[in-house]
């Protein structure tokens, strides 16, 4: 007797679970999701707004309010919004009652390259990155002869540069000329660096330069560490 009333309780709880599920179904079939939430991680740079974000999904159809729930696809809008130049990270995410939520990682130029063929920002992962029609990012920007130099060059420097809070406030434009490379400060300095080589030796030499090299503050025209063991300096 004990084991049938066992087996009568088993049946009616898979009974009412299976009911349950039935109605959560139907609910999920007649619900549709709603943009609750997007979070952009803060930086210095502004490529990606809420408002573009928004307007990227209903260009590609995919915004979650026109999306019922039991037929949202979290991947779906993930790689739709990686796919954007301008986004590193996109996670997705939602409540049981369909309030999507959107967490964004914006990526990182570290440089700005401008070539007769055109421009376009270099990526601290090394990566080209095209520029927005919106934004602007005040970055170190490459200029003249980009074609003598291959991108390894190009991001190795513009890194090293990135990396040291000094230089990167210091220096606003870098122009190549027969792979060689003038350093321009924002103080009007031109700084003859050569070729891209032994890069840490001349940057040590233009620290040591800035820092006890020149106690007087003289103003130069130009600031030569290409050569080994020599910094030439040539008054205004």
Known sequence: MKNIFNFLRFVIAITLLVFMMYLSNISLENKYCSL??????????????????????????????SIKLNE??????ENLLM????????TVYSDWHGKISIYIEQRQPIVRIQSDKGGYYIDEDGLKM?????????KILFSGDIN???????????KRIYNDKFLNKQIVQIDVKESELSLFTRMGEQIEFGKIKNINEKFMKLM??????????????KINIKYKNQIVCIKK
């Open 36 to 65: 609750s939430n997007i979070s952009i991680e803060l930086d210095e740079n502004s490529f990606v707004t809420n408002d573009l974000i928004v307007s990227y999904l209903k260009e590609n159809m995919l915004h979650p309010d």
């Open 208 to 221: 040591m330069y800035y820092k006890y090299g020149n106690i007087k503050n003289t103003e130069y025209k």
């Open 83 to 90: 796919n954007h130049p301008s986004i590193k990270k996109a």
């Open 130 to 138: 095209p520029l927005s029609s919106h934004y602007t990012a005040r």
């Open 72 to 77: 949202f696809s979290f991947t779906k809008i």
């Open 148 to 158: 003598s130099l291959n991108e390894d060059e190009i991001f190795l420097i513009s």
